[in-house]
């Protein structure tokens, strides 16, 4: 007995030091944002524009696994804002997850919120934006997840890191761009440059000094963490003559393979290893729209920043050279897209929920809604008289205004919103195919899922042609999903089940739903609150592409929502 009381002790005692460690080792970071109009200026013209403390884009915030954010909101700007945490599980702390009138009334002009989180086993990239409106155009930057203290990435240490962020500049005021969008019922007009860390590049107006530059040296190895935070874009990426290894994607790790093309969804994030293997020079980092709804407008530009070797034989001819460019895809090329999507995998077997509880089948794409009576032709320059609308299974989503939905779900408040979202569309048709008018004009309702903690669900999200079809990139608040298959046409289950990878599919937030196609995602719903699906082109949003889930607490403290803060915003 005392021989086995020797090795249990040490047991122990190795099991708490090592929990203190884990502890002791966590930090608490304390950020303060103040949301301000700054004058930018950007191709030759000058805005005022919403930034996070006079920054476009945005702070990189630098956290470690299991670390906590502080993060003190101040709204000195003209209109309401809140800010998301893109991709954060948001473990238990629904009320600090952003989107306004979900989990949170705004923040108004002139008050403040704090936003506490605690990362938990999350590493890699991750990024904050404004989830109000459209201020999400200027008002966006990195969070960044290294490894816990003493841990390592699962790949050799990168000499440096480099976040890109790709944006969309509008050479006008982007809430009064979706404003007239919403008063005249037509689509928005599209962008006026792409940009990479906030600057355009060389091939725009005004542009070419202050390109981002992006130093290297020969031989080097480095980690550049790419994030598509444009609004309303898929966006391919690529450098010249350089290949990319992809290792993480949302802040997951991914099985390594090489590239030299990426295809990002607005949301998404990349994380790739890049070694200057090539003769030293200057090569653009170039990325340009994957436009997939044929005959829909959209902002047609390249955006450019600059790999250049600082090696020596580079910095005395590289001055005058001009960068090499790379040769991008086509807009429309859904080959490369689907190749690249289809390319991720979980680095080694994952606990796929075998066993499905919540079977949903939900269809996502546009509509049109005929010009109510009474309405004046200004307000509906839609297709032939129409306003555009968007859809989840024939609902088109409407947010609350009086309260959030957290909010009216924690205090029991009757009549914000109904737990009748349909599981499947109201009726089935031929989803990709020539879908009759009749199914153009969706319902308007603000309907909720509700989930018991614990259910094993799966989604078919499946893609229709209503109006146009196009590539959706739908994110999921409050978790990660597996992508188990993805296709096009109609999903069949008889046909397309025995194609799910229940080994090693890839873990995202936001998974792109191909061109007249299906994604199907699972996810086991282990954490309370009221979370968004909407799709992340901002445009869809506005025109009602989102539903919610309320997922129920479960039994004891660790399943059950945290109480809002005291500071919670009133509406």
């Known amino acids: 007995?005392?021989?086995?009381?020797?090795?249990?002790?040490?047991?122990?005692?190795?099991?708490?030091?090592?929990?203190?460690?884990?502890?002791?080792?966590?930090?608490?970071?304390?950020?303060?944002?103040?949301?301000?109009?700054?004058?930018?200026?950007?191709?030759?013209?000058?805005?005022?524009?919403?930034?996070?403390?006079?920054?476009?884009?945005?702070?990189?915030?630098?956290?470690?696994?299991?670390?906590t954010l502080v993060v003190k909101v101040t709204n000195k700007a003209r209109y309401n804002v809140t800010i998301h945490w893109h991709g954060v599980r948001q473990l238990r702390s629904a009320w600090a997850d952003g989107p306004e009138f979900v989990t949170q009334c705004p923040v108004r002009p002139g008050h403040s919120y704090t936003y506490r989180f605690t990362i938990q086993g999350q590493e890699g990239t991750l990024w904050w934006h404004a989830h109000s409106s459209w201020l999400r155009a200027t008002v966006y930057g990195a969070l960044i997840i290294h490894p816990r203290l003493g841990e390592s990435y699962p790949f050799p240490k990168p000499k440096r890191e480099t976040p890109l962020l790709l944006g969309e500049w509008w050479d006008a005021n982007p809430i009064d761009v979706?404003?007239?969008?919403?008063?005249?019922?037509?689509?928005?007009?599209?962008?006026?440059?792409?940009?990479?860390?906030?600057?355009?590049?060389?091939?725009?107006?005004?542009?070419?000094?202050?390109?981002?530059?992006?130093?290297?040296?020969?031989?080097?190895?480095?980690?550049?963490?790419?994030?598509?935070?444009?609004?309303?874009?898929?966006?391919?990426?690529?450098?010249?003559?350089?290949?990319?290894?992809?290792?993480?994607?949302?802040?997951?790790?991914?099985k390594p393979f090489t590239t030299s093309v990426l295809m990002l969804g607005p949301g998404q994030t990349t994380d790739v290893l890049i070694t200057a293997d090539q003769p030293p020079a200057k090569y653009y980092i170039a990325a340009r729209a994957y436009a997939s709804a044929q005959g829909a407008p959209f902002d047609n530009t390249t955006t450019t920043a600059i790999l250049e070797y600082e090696t020596a034989p580079c910095l005395a001819k590289c001055t005058s050279t001009k960068p090499v460019m790379p040769s991008l895809p086509a807009f429309n090329n859904t080959a490369t897209a689907t190749a690249f999507t289809k390319s991720l995998r979980s680095p080694r077997k994952v606990e796929v929920p075998t066993e499905v509880d919540e079977n949903l089948f939900i269809t996502v794409g546009l509509g049109l809604n005929n010009c109510p009576r009474g309405a004046r032709r200004r307000n509906c320059q839609g297709p032939n008289g129409t306003r555009f609308t968007a859809s989840m299974n024939n609902v088109s989503f409407v947010l609350p205004s009086n309260f959030s939905l957290l909010q009216a779900h924690q205090k029991g408040i009757p009549g914000v919103f109904t737990t009748d979202f349909p599981a499947n569309p109201p009726r089935k048709f031929d989803y990709t195919g020539n879908v009759s008018r009749s199914l153009w004009q969706p319902a308007r309702g603000t309907k909720v899922y509700r989930l018991k903690y614990g259910a094993r669900v799966q989604i078919v999200l499946q893609g229709t042609s209503i109006f146009t079809a196009e590539n959706h990139p739908i994110h999921l608040h409050g978790y990660d999903f597996y992508i188990l298959a993805e296709g096009f046409g109609n999903f069949n289950p008889k046909r397309d089940t025995p194609k799910f990878n229940l080994v090693d599919p890839p873990q995202r937030n936001t998974a792109s739903v191909p061109v007249g196609g299906w994604t199907v995602i699972r996810f086991v719903a282990d954490n309370p609150g009221v979370w968004l699906m909407h799709c992340h082109l901002d445009v869809h949003i506005t025109w009602g592409l989102a539903m919610a889930f309320l997922v129920e607490n479960g039994v004891g403290e660790l399943q059950t929502l945290q109480p809002p803060p005291a500071d919670l915003p009133l509406c």
Not at 8 to 24: D, E, K, Q, Y
Request: proline share 5%.
């Open 1 to 67: 007995m005392e021989d086995l009381r020797n090795i249990i002790n040490p047991l122990c005692t190795f099991l708490v030091l090592g929990m203190l460690l884990h502890f002791a080792s966590a930090k608490t970071h304390y950020h303060g944002f103040v949301i301000q109009a700054t004058p930018v200026k950007r191709l030759c013209k000058t805005h005022n524009t919403i930034t996070v403390n006079g920054m476009y884009p945005g702070p990189t915030l630098e956290v470690n696994n299991g670390d």
């Open 178 to 254: 979706v404003r007239q969008a919403t008063r005249t019922g037509a689509a928005p007009n599209v962008s006026n440059a792409y940009t990479i860390n906030g600057q355009p590049g060389d091939l725009y107006n005004c542009s070419k000094k202050d390109t981002i530059v992006v130093p290297v040296n020969s031989g080097e190895t480095n980690l550049l963490r790419i994030i598509n935070s444009a609004l309303n874009q898929q966006l391919f990426f690529k450098i010249a003559n350089h290949k990319l290894r992809v290792v993480g994607a949302d802040a997951s790790y991914v």
